[in-house]
């Protein structure tokens, strides 16, 4: 069965300092990656998604950046946060055979 | 412009009866339509999916689809207090351009 992973859980950052979220999937091949992010009491804002190694697209512009280094790992990062980049992180999947998405745990990112 | 709008709530149920979440979105090229539940703190998880339009049940929860209304609804039979959770009804227009409302705050009273 496949299975979604994202790391840290929490992080507490201060403002314009740098980011690294990660994200793999495991049981499955070629996955459409996606991440999000939700801010307090709101719906989810899609960031970037990515159908491949190497193959980014984004969708609102921002100082964030993903990166796709191996098939079934997407990463978020920031080179400077901002307080307004604190929210709730989440990556999600899509297989080949279903477009449903499955979401990760998360992260909680709070920027100081 | 892609919309899709949710009341927020709070929507407040005794135990035991049938709670109604609705949806409406904007875009008629919609193609698929999912309901998420979503505990504080968690990550939201898949309810059920709908694609045509009608009826889907699956044990307590039927999902309804009217695409001529644009409307997409999620009927919770018998709710349980382990229910309550923010609703989030999803909306695919292409492989990769899925679209979130912000959710309803469900709370089923013991």
């Known amino acids: 069965s496949q299975t979604i992973h994202q790391w840290p859980a929490t992080l507490v950052q201060p403002v314009g300092s740098p980011l690294s979220l990660e994200c793999t999937v495991e049981?499955?091949?070629?996955?459409?990656l996606y991440w999000y992010r939700q801010a307090a009491g709101r719906g989810l804002q899609l960031l970037f998604y990515?159908?491949?190694?190497?193959?980014i697209s984004s969708e609102v512009p921002q100082n964030l950046s993903a990166s796709r280094p191996q098939d079934r790992q997407f990463i978020l990062s920031s080179k400077k946060l901002l307080l307004s980049d604190s929210g709730f992180y989440l990556c999600?999947?899509?297989?080949?055979?279903?477009?449903?998405?499955?979401f990760g745990p998360g992260t909680r990112l709070t920027v100081l | 412009q892609k919309e899709v709008e949710q009341n927020s709530g709070p929507l407040s149920v005794p135990e035991g009866a049938i709670a109604s979440l609705n949806c409406t979105y904007s875009?008629?090229?919609?193609?698929?339509f999912f309901w998420y539940r979503q505990y504080s703190g968690k990550s939201p998880e898949l309810i059920m999916f709908?694609?045509?339009?009608g009826d889907k049940e699956d044990g307590r929860f039927t999902a309804q689809l009217n695409k001529a209304s644009q409307y997409v609804s999620l009927l919770i039979r018998d709710s349980q207090p382990s229910d309550s959770a923010t609703y989030l009804c999803?909306?695919?227009?292409?492989?990769?351009?899925?679209?979130f409302g912000a959710g309803t705050r469900l709370t089923v009273k013991p």
């Open positions: 999600a999947w899509t297989g080949s055979q279903t477009d449903t998405q499955y």
């Open positions: 049981g499955t091949s070629n996955p459409n």
């Open positions: 990515s159908v491949g190694i190497g193959q």
């Open positions: 875009d008629r090229g919609s193609q698929s």
């Open positions: 709908i694609y045509s339009n």
């Open positions: 999803a909306v695919k227009y292409n492989n990769n351009d899925m679209r």
